[in-house]
């Protein structure tokens, strides 16, 4: 099926042919001549100070990747602290770019460095192992140690040694549960033994703090991957990727809040290439996510009460429904979309209102029964409304709105509930050249096309 074309998508305009622009930047990314200025001040300063002031620094050449790409992965998987460390401080570096930095000269591909994604993604793994307590139960163990002997230690000897009664085992005494049970013996693994109990090396809480810290670190350099071009269709098509990052998302009420930012903003970057079908790929399943759970995590964050949180929800929704494979995932959810969408135009703040517009236009040019749901919508016509009358400071912002209304009275279904606010058309049309001309074609749908029950009754009494 051929994709819907990008410029769809929340954040570009709707006749522009690029793609959907980045959330963001990394910090310290803003204006590109301050930050020359603030570097060249910060480079005199350094020249008139002593050493002796200056404090530990790193520096990373941009070809560093390709003469010690191979050490750098085999730090992350080593565990030492030094090693991890060093890593990480190397990959943060060499991931974060300015905004209209190019890097010509270096290998930007740092996802497709063999294996380093997967160690990035294991140190969240362990993390997220040990970030909520487990309770652990103490389930009934069979006594097969010792199986084969007379005198097991487990104190049934008298039964053995001292009467002539036969056991089904010896050793196990006369219950039948463990008789039972034995008969497994052979499909248990010693392997298991310790997977049941506490681990080995316990974590006291400085332990925990930096396992969090490396994790977050991690998270950081993940979502600057998500930021270079070179790197979208691996980490697109990277299941293990998609499961950490929609897992941090699903856990956003007791997962560290950085973590759950940085995985929202990688998904978001990746989301006009993400196909929600791999997670019923043949490919190897690491959390056993799938794509209906995936969509539900989306659905938890969209209704939390932080703003970067909805708003970085609402744009995520926006660009997964431009990919038609994505469909059959999102539209059982279209009437909580559109009613937590709803629900964010009316907030006062003004990115929220833009992701929500962003997003409901999306959503209005998939299938007519989108648009039905949506003119039915409490409040999603004023709502609307009100975004063009504010208006809202970017006037694209303002133009989707008008452009959901006329996408909405092209059904016929909806124009009796349009009709109520044909009115409020014409005061915009009158009162606002910008966007005349939608809503003259709105006004003429509503005015001068019949509907299908008036030309029924045209066509049987011959009017």
Not at 215 to 222: K, T
Not at 302 to 316: D, N, P, R
Not at 350 to 355: H, K, T, V
């Amino acid at each position: 099926m051929q994709k819907r074309e990008l410029s769809k998508s929340g954040g570009a305009s709707g006749g522009a042919s690029a793609p959907p622009a980045k959330r963001g930047r990394p910090f310290g990314s803003g204006n590109s001549s301050a930050a020359a200025a603030a570097a060249a001040a910060a480079a005199a300063a350094d020249t008139a100070a002593p050493s002796t002031l200056l404090g530990p620094s790193l520096l990373v050449h941009n070809a560093f990747t390709v003469e010690n790409n191979k050490r750098i992965v085999h730090a992350l998987q080593s565990g030492l602290k030094s090693e991890l460390t060093w890593a990480l401080n190397t990959l943060t570096l060499l991931s974060f770019k300015e905004k209209d930095d190019i890097r010509k000269d270096s290998n930007n591909a740092l996802a497709k460095i063999s294996g380093l994604l997967d160690a990035l993604l294991t140190i969240i793994d362990d993390w997220r192992d040990i970030a909520l307590p487990k309770e652990h139960l103490k389930a009934p163990r069979v006594r097969n140690l010792g199986a084969n002997l007379l005198v097991t230690g487990f104190g049934n000897e008298y039964e053995v040694l001292g009467s002539n009664s036969t056991l089904p085992y010896p050793g196990l005494g006369s219950s039948s549960q463990e008789a039972s049970m034995l008969s497994n013996v052979s499909n248990l693994r010693s392997s298991e033994w310790w997977l049941d109990e506490d681990g080995l090396f316990n974590l006291d809480d400085e332990g925990r703090a930096e396992k969090q810290q490396c994790a977050v670190a991690a998270s950081n350099i993940i979502r600057n991957f998500s930021f270079m071009q070179e790197n979208e269709n691996v980490m697109a098509g990277h299941r293990h990727c998609l499961e950490t990052v929609f897992q941090c998302i699903e856990d956003y009420i007791t997962e560290d809040e950085e973590l759950v930012t940085n995985a929202l903003e990688t998904i978001v970057n990746l989301a006009p290439m993400l196909d929600l079908q791999v997670f019923g790929s043949s490919k190897a399943s690491f959390i056993k996510m799938t794509g209906k759970r995936a969509v539900q995590a989306i659905m938890g964050v969209l209704g939390s009460a932080v703003k970067a949180w909805h708003c970085a929800a609402a744009e995520l929704l926006g660009r997964l429904v431009i990919n038609p494979d994505n469909e059959p995932f999102l539209l059982p959810f279209i009437p909580q979309i559109h009613k937590r969408l709803v629900d964010l135009m009316s907030l006062p703040a003004l990115d929220a209102q833009a992701a929500a517009v962003g997003a409901l236009y999306n959503f209005s040019e998939v299938n007519m029964d989108c648009r039905l749901k949506l003119a039915n919508e409490r409040w999603a016509i004023d709502r609307l409304l009100k975004v063009i009358k504010g208006p809202h400071p970017v006037p694209d912002i303002c133009r989707k709105a008008a452009m959901i209304l006329e996408s909405l009275v092209s059904e016929p279904q909806n124009r009796g509930l349009l009709l109520a606010y044909e009115n409020a058309f014409a005061e915009v049309l009158f009162s606002d050249a910008k966007y005349s001309d939608i809503f003259a074609r709105i006004l003429f749908e509503l005015t001068s096309r019949p509907n299908s029950k008036v030309a029924a009754a045209r066509g049987i009494w011959g009017m």
